[in-house]
């Protein structure tokens, strides 16, 4: 112990209360009925001074924000964080404090249930506090990252996420030594604030199944197939607990993702991003990843049974067997259905290769972000059937660069990379203005725009999580794209600096009364 002589005894009894400076910090005395305590004098919520707080019996209360603390029990009343205590003592008249420091571990272990209680109660500005005392410590910051992962896993009922898909490209941020330190903590801090808004508060537990199978891939595709996530959660159990992941594990994922146009996109992008966050964290998120992933995939929409979407699997399936070969031409995509610009690709498949292909697809998916019609994406007289947002258009570039990396992993998927973003363009395709004019938003490179884009991202001011995901990640798609498709590159970073500063709405609610008037009078 480091018991320290820090007042006299008197003063404090006429005073009732006394702040004292000791190796820098603000210590406040108390002198109750029930004794006298010694606590830290910031607030531990937003610093301010309790000395300048309530006393009611042993509850001070801190006059700011109404917190309220128990200074004989030292439990929370009101409020978050705990309030940091000293042992004190009285001899010969004068107060003495031990100042001895919480060992590290025990300091760690209380920081990592604060930074739960902060998930659970969906309080970003004490998750940001409990990240930065990881740091403090010593311990990587990243490891918050760990446990909101681990704890998120079982309450997501529909599995993976915006936020778990985002977590790769925040954390590419927090990890460049460039910026500043507020700016790193933010990007862990928007990992944190969207798991806990996206578990809202649940304590419901969605468990998985714990039977572990040998890993077998086309059991496990027939798994997804079927939705039948006991079955894919137990083959994957098989896989992770090998030695080493399977040699097909990746490849699989990635085509069970692909499969069918499903759920916009998601699929795809929420198995590369997932795959992404283990190669950053490590194998120790593969189990919480991987398992949600798994029920995500089980849970998406198949989008190709709808109407609009049927001819994928056929032209999938006949993707050599086409005839005319058209010259490739991204302007074949300005006015087209999802069926047409499926026909146009399939017919550039026989005598063009793939990369050829996904080249004028970027160009085409960018074009349409930087040429989205915003009068059309605000406007309250949508039909339910055509509710377009920002967010529909960045997935062409997201969905891209996702695709990428399955490719890498399985070449054989390039016709359902193609097929499915030519689904996107053709959706999107109606709901674009080819007149707009699109100079204000070119910029002269790549290095100059990331600077200026990161800027942007680290002070977005989205009030929705589900907003800033999608500026963080169409942000890094657009990166990969415009160096692995130079010729698109300009259009691919006009149209991503175009939706960095457009005015994303979160909600229109007047077009939402007015679809559900709409609605109900046709029951």
Same mark, same amino acid.
């Given at each position: 112990?480091?018991?320290?002589?820090?007042?006299?005894?008197?003063?404090?009894?006429?005073?009732?209360?006394?702040?004292?400076?000791?190796?820098?910090?603000?210590?406040?005395?108390?002198?109750?009925?029930?004794?006298?305590?010694?606590?830290?004098?910031?607030?531990?919520?937003?610093?301010?001074?309790?000395?300048?707080?309530?006393?009611?019996?042993?509850?001070?209360?801190?006059?700011?924000?109404?917190?309220?603390?128990?200074?004989?029990?030292?439990?929370?009343?009101?409020?978050?964080?705990?309030?940091?205590?000293?042992?004190?003592?009285?001899?010969?008249?004068?107060?003495?404090?031990?100042?001895?420091?919480?060992?590290?571990?025990?300091?760690?272990?209380?920081?990592?249930?604060?930074?739960?209680?902060?998930?659970?109660?969906?309080?970003?500005?004490?998750?940001?506090?409990?990240?930065? @005392? &990881?740091?403090?410590?010593? %311990?990587? =910051?990243? $490891? *918050?990252?760990?446990? /909101? +992962?681990?704890?998120?896993?079982?309450?997501?009922?529909?599995?993976?996420?915006?936020?778990?898909?985002?977590?790769?490209?925040?954390? @590419? &941020?927090?990890?460049?030594? %460039?910026? =500043?330190? $507020? *700016?790193?903590?933010? /990007? +862990?801090?928007?990992?944190?604030?969207?798991?806990?808004?996206?578990?809202?508060?649940?304590?419901?537990?969605?468990?998985?199944?714990?039977?572990?199978?040998?890993?077998?891939?086309?059991?496990?595709? *027939?798994?997804?197939?079927?939705?039948?996530?006991?079955?894919?959660?137990?083959?994957?159990?098989?896989?992770?607990?090998?030695?080493?992941?399977?040699?097909?594990?990746?490849?699989?994922?990635?085509?069970?993702?692909?499969?069918?146009?499903?759920?916009?996109?998601?699929?795809?992008?929420?198995?590369?991003?997932?795959?992404?966050?283990?190669?950053?964290?490590?194998?120790?998120?593969?189990?919480?990843?991987?398992?949600?992933?798994?029920?995500?995939?089980?849970?998406?929409?198949?989008?190709?049974?709808?109407?609009?979407?049927?001819?994928?699997?056929?032209?999938?399936?006949?993707?050599?067997?086409?005839?005319?070969?058209?010259?490739?031409?991204?302007?074949?995509?300005?006015?087209?259905?999802?069926?047409?610009?499926?026909?146009?690709?399939?017919?550039?498949?026989?005598?063009?290769?793939?990369?050829?292909?996904?080249?004028?697809?970027?160009?085409?998916?960018?074009?349409?972000?930087?040429?989205?019609?915003?009068?059309?994406?605000?406007?309250?007289?949508?039909?339910?059937?055509?509710?377009?947002?920002?967010?529909?258009?960045?997935?062409?570039?997201?969905?891209?660069?996702?695709?990428?990396?399955?490719?890498?992993?399985?070449?054989?998927?390039?016709?359902?990379?193609?097929?499915?973003?030519?689904?996107?363009?053709?959706?999107?395709?109606?709901?674009?203005?080819?007149?707009?004019?699109?100079?204000?938003?070119?910029?002269?490179?790549?290095?100059?725009?990331?600077?200026?884009?990161?800027?942007?991202?680290?002070?977005?001011?989205?009030?929705?999580?589900?907003?800033?995901?999608?500026?963080?990640?169409?942000?890094?798609?657009?990166?990969?794209?415009?160096?692995?498709?130079?010729?698109?590159?300009?259009?691919?970073?006009?149209?991503?600096?175009?939706?960095?500063?457009?005015?994303?709405?979160?909600?229109?609610?007047?077009?939402?009364?007015?679809?559900?008037?709409?609605?109900?009078?046709?029951?």
């Amino acid at each position: 112990m480091a018991w320290i002589d820090v007042a006299d005894r008197n003063a404090l009894r006429a005073a009732g209360r006394l702040v004292v400076r000791v190796d820098g910090r603000q210590i406040l005395l108390v002198d109750t009925e029930q004794g006298l305590f010694a606590t830290a004098n910031r607030c531990p919520h937003e610093g301010y001074p309790l000395s300048e707080g309530t006393l009611a019996g042993c509850t001070l209360t801190c006059n700011w924000h109404n917190w309220k603390f128990d200074l004989s029990s030292g439990e929370t009343l009101v409020g978050g964080d705990k309030l940091t205590r000293y042992p004190l003592r009285v001899e010969a008249g004068r107060i003495w404090l031990d100042l001895t420091e919480i060992p590290p571990a025990e300091r760690r272990a209380a920081v990592l249930a604060g930074l739960v209680q902060a998930l659970r109660d969906r309080d970003q500005q004490r998750q940001l506090r409990e990240t930065a @005392r &990881l740091g403090r410590l010593g %311990t990587k =910051p990243v $490891d *918050a990252v760990r446990v /909101a +992962l681990a704890w998120a896993d079982e309450r997501l009922e529909y599995g993976t996420t915006h936020a778990f898909a985002a977590i790769p490209d925040w954390l @590419r &941020l927090q990890a460049d030594p %460039t910026l =500043p330190a $507020d *700016a790193r903590l933010m /990007a +862990l801090g928007e990992i944190l604030g969207h798991i806990g808004d996206d578990v809202a508060g649940a304590e419901a537990k969605f468990g998985f199944a714990t039977e572990t199978q040998a890993w077998d891939a086309q059991r496990f595709l *027939a798994a997804i197939e079927r939705e039948d996530e006991a079955q894919a959660v137990g083959l994957l159990r098989g896989a992770l607990a090998q030695p080493a992941w399977p040699s097909d594990l990746a490849a699989t994922l990635f085509a069970a993702a692909l499969d069918h146009y499903a759920d916009f996109g998601h699929s795809l992008i929420y198995t590369t991003q997932t795959l992404r966050l283990i190669g950053r964290l490590g194998p120790d998120v593969a189990e919480p990843a991987l398992l949600a992933l798994a029920r995500a995939l089980v849970y998406a929409q198949r989008e190709d049974l709808l109407p609009e979407f049927r001819d994928y699997r056929p032209r999938r399936d006949a993707w050599w067997q086409s005839g005319d070969a058209p010259a490739l031409d991204a302007v074949a995509f300005r006015r087209t259905s999802a069926k047409q610009a499926m026909a146009i690709i399939a017919a550039w498949a026989p005598s063009h290769p793939p990369a050829a292909i996904f080249a004028v697809l970027v160009e085409a998916a960018a074009w349409q972000l930087l040429h989205a019609d915003q009068p059309f994406l605000d406007s309250i007289d949508q039909k339910l059937s055509e509710n377009v947002g920002w967010l529909d258009f960045t997935h062409g570039l997201t969905f891209a660069a996702a695709g990428l990396d399955a490719v890498e992993a399985d070449p054989s998927l390039w016709p359902a990379l193609l097929l499915q973003l030519a689904c996107f363009i053709g959706r999107n395709s109606r709901y674009v203005d080819p007149e707009l004019a699109t100079e204000p938003w070119r910029v002269t490179g790549v290095q100059p725009f990331l600077a200026d884009a990161t800027q942007r991202v680290t002070n977005h001011g989205q009030g929705r999580f589900i907003f800033s995901a999608h500026l963080i990640k169409t942000l890094f798609a657009a990166i990969e794209l415009a160096e692995a498709v130079p010729a698109a590159a300009p259009t691919v970073l006009a149209a991503t600096n175009r939706f960095l500063q457009a005015p994303l709405r979160g909600r229109n609610p007047r077009r939402t009364a007015r679809q559900m008037l709409a609605f109900v009078a046709e029951e």
